[in-house]
């Protein structure tokens, strides 16, 4: 293929601006917000998971209590009402009085055992309920942590991308200024291996960073202006420059 000398030159810029172009998106590809955010939302999904049996558990020791505490309601009152009947003196038969007293005793002890089993209910519910608030807490700071992160991110996700649209922009215009046959060719080639054209330097392809042996270099040196090069190892497009080595 031949091509004017000035625009195989432009094919230099166009590699440049698109190697700033996937630079530029490798680096919004690459922000160290990316992960941490993955990382801390795979924690959050574990503490949720916790939050909610811990909420489930308060909920279930509340009904618990509360059970609890209506359990002692009508025993209480019962003793209160046989309390009463041995203290108001209503029973004049002793043994009818001694069994009423020991029905008083034996609520007593049944008022105990409830007690007991209100304040254990209670020390649970205690417990689920710091351990709830706990997790709702390190939820919330996780929770801030990320938002902080996320707006990092999009902020510096934005400032990139507004550089790689200037990129862009700047590209297309200068692939306008390329002949059609060659800015074709150069297309070919970087969808290919990501770069179309590079430069050849001091005898060594700034592609494939190989040295042209003396024959390819010297086939190069003879080769008129005009004609388009060729890397024979990575078959790039190579563009001679002054400091070519030929």
Same mark, same amino acid.
């Given at each position: 293929?031949?091509?004017?000398?000035?625009?195989?030159?432009?094919? !230099?810029?166009?590699?440049?601006?698109?190697?700033?172009?996937?630079?530029?998106? $490798?680096?919004?590809?690459?922000?160290?917000? $990316?992960?941490?955010?993955?990382?801390?939302?795979?924690?959050?999904?574990?503490?949720?998971?916790?939050?909610?049996?811990?909420?489930?558990?308060?909920?279930? $020791?509340?009904?618990?209590?509360?059970?609890?505490?209506?359990?002692?309601?009508?025993?209480?009152?019962?003793?209160?009402?046989?309390?009463?009947?041995?203290?108001?003196?209503?029973?004049?038969?002793?043994?009818?009085?001694?069994?009423?007293?020991?029905?008083?005793?034996?609520?007593?002890?049944?008022?105990?055992?409830?007690?007991?089993?209100? !304040?254990?209910?209670?020390?649970?519910?205690?417990?689920?309920?710091?351990?709830?608030?706990?997790?709702?807490?390190?939820?919330?700071?996780?929770?801030?942590?990320?938002?902080?992160?996320?707006?990092?991110?999009?902020?510096?996700?934005?400032?990139?991308?507004?550089?790689?649209?200037?990129?862009?922009?700047?590209?297309?215009?200068?692939?306008?200024?390329?002949?059609?046959? !060659? !800015?074709?060719?150069?297309?070919?080639?970087?969808? $290919?291996?990501?770069?179309?054209?590079?430069?050849?330097?001091?005898?060594?392809?700034?592609?494939?960073?190989?040295?042209?042996?003396?024959?390819?270099?010297?086939?190069?040196?003879?080769?008129?202006?005009?004609?388009?090069?060729?890397?024979?190892?990575?078959?790039?497009?190579?563009?001679?420059?002054?400091?070519?080595?030929?």
């Amino acid at each position: 293929m031949l091509a004017d000398p000035a625009d195989q030159q432009r094919l !230099l810029i166009l590699a440049d601006l698109d190697a700033e172009y996937g630079r530029l998106q $490798h680096a919004a590809r690459s922000l160290p917000q $990316h992960a941490r955010i993955a990382e801390q939302m795979k924690q959050r999904q574990v503490i949720v998971e916790d939050l909610t049996r811990a909420t489930t558990r308060v909920d279930d $020791h509340a009904v618990a209590l509360k059970r609890a505490e209506s359990d002692l309601v009508p025993v209480r009152a019962r003793l209160e009402r046989e309390e009463k009947r041995v203290a108001d003196g209503s029973v004049t038969d002793p043994k009818v009085l001694r069994g009423l007293t020991q029905e008083v005793e034996r609520i007593r002890k049944r008022i105990e055992e409830l007690e007991d089993a209100q !304040l254990e209910v209670m020390d649970l519910l205690d417990a689920a309920t710091a351990e709830r608030d706990d997790l709702a807490q390190r939820k919330a700071a996780l929770e801030e942590r990320i938002r902080g992160d996320v707006a990092t991110r999009d902020a510096e996700v934005g400032r990139l991308s507004a550089q790689a649209k200037g990129v862009a922009e700047e590209r297309g215009a200068e692939a306008k200024r390329v002949p059609a046959a !060659l !800015l074709s060719l150069y297309e070919r080639l970087r969808e $290919h291996s990501g770069l179309g054209a590079a430069k050849l330097h001091r005898g060594r392809c700034g592609g494939c960073q190989l040295q042209v042996n003396v024959a390819d270099l010297d086939t190069y040196r003879k080769a008129p202006a005009n004609e388009v090069l060729r890397c024979v190892e990575c078959d790039r497009i190579l563009v001679r420059t002054a400091d070519s080595g030929l």
